[in-house]
C-alpha cells in the first residue's frame, strides 16, 4: 500500500485462470519425463498402471479430482478390479 501499488478493485490479487490437462495425459507426461531416469522394471510397471489410470480417471481433468476420490477410490463409482493394483515386484 504505500508503494502506490494497491489496486483498490482487487483484480490482481485473484488467481488467474489455470490451464487443465487430463489426469491421463498428466501421468503419460509423467513417464516421458522418468523414461530415461528409471529401471526398465520401474518404467513397464508405469506403462501397465498407466491402463488404469486411463481407465479410472478417462479424461478427468486434474483441477476436476478430489482428494477423497485420489485417496480413497472406494469414494467414488470404480469397479472395484480397478481399484486393487499390486506395484510390488
Excluded: C, W
Excluded at 520401474?42 to 478427468?60: M, P
Excluded at 483441477?63 to 469397479?79: F, G, K, L, M, Q
Aim: a positive charge; proline letters at 7%; glycine letters at 2%.
Amino acid at each position: 500500500m504505500t508503494s502506490g501499488n494497491f489496486d483498490p478493485s482487487l483484480a490482481k490479487y485473484k488467481p488467474q485462470k489455470q490451464e487443465s490437462i487430463s489426469v491421463s495425459d498428466l501421468f503419460h507426461q509423467f513417464i516421458e519425463y522418468k523414461r530415461r531416469k528409471i529401471e526398465p522394471a520401474t518404467l513397464a510397471k508405469y506403462l501397465g498402471l498407466e491402463k488404469h489410470v486411463f481407465a479410472f480417471f478417462k479424461n478427468k481433468s486434474t483441477i476436476s479430482v478430489s482428494e477423497t476420490v485420489a485417496y480413497n477410490p472406494h469414494s467414488a463409482d470404480i469397479p472395484p478390479n480397478l481399484i486393487v493394483l499390486n506395484l510390488e515386484a
